[in-house]
Structure formats: C-alpha cells, structure tokens
C-alpha cells in the first residue's frame, strides 16, 4: 500500500528555519488531478490519498505500523521534523527516508533538518547530487 499525504492547500508551517517560505506557496494542484494521474494515466490502485496536514490531520487513517520507504517532499523545516518524528518509530531495519530539495536554495529548514539528524547512531546518512538526502534505518536505538 502507498499512502499519499498531502495538504493540496500548499506549504505548511512554514517558520523561522525556513527562508524562502511563509505558507501557502505550491497550492497549484487539486485531489481532482492527482486521482486523474493515478487512475487514469498510472493506472495504480494501490494508493490512498490521505489529505490534510500530515500527521496531525490523518495519521489515524494509517493502519500500518511499519514501513519501508518514507519520501519527504514539502520544503520546510518543522513539516519535515513533524513527519520523520512520527515515520521513524515505524521504520524497518534497512528502511530508507529521502528527503527531497537537501541543499536546495530556498529548502534550507531541509538542509537544517536533516543535518541535525547526520550523527545519530542509528542511521546511514548522505546525499546526491540531485538534492536528496537519504537516512537509512541501522539500528533500533
């Protein structure tokens, strides 16, 4: 199953790590034309649209408690720090975080984010060249 969260509102809780953002920025989709790309052009059915501010909003609609592969796509720092907190109780060994727009200019709650989780024990961390950062479950402490 792939859960897709989503606010479609744009940017949330946008603050003070976050210089480019102040909310609301990237509103410029719909549910609508999500479903139609995933219906009809992906022709997926195994995803479920959860919308709202992740987890505060829809995490209750999440019967899993463990997951592989967790992609984090929304720009700032605290959404970010909100997201990994709750996703990375529920990570498998192995399993794999990728943070989109590390290192960007203009995502640098990002960038300040994921540093602040580099040295941590429990973790591989790195990054590409893509503007990805990657943090892989080693240990469950």
Known sequence: MVYLCDTFKGVVKAGENDSKYSGGEHANTSRVLVEELLNKKLQV????????IFPEENQHKIAADQFRFCHID????QSAKDIFEWVWPK?????????????????????????????????????????HAVIIKISKF
Do not use: A, H
Not at 74 to 77: A, F
Not at 98 to 117: A, L, Q, R
């Open 45 to 52: 059915s195994n995803v479920t649209i959860l919308e709202g």
């Open 74 to 77: 929304v720009d700032v720092y």
């Open 91 to 131: 990570m498998s060994m192995n399993g794999i975080i990728v943070f989109d727009d590390y290192g960007s200019s203009g995502c640098d709650g990002i960038t300040k984010f994921v540093n602040e989780e580099w040295e941590r024990n429990d973790r591989i961390t790195f990054y590409n060249l893509n503007g």
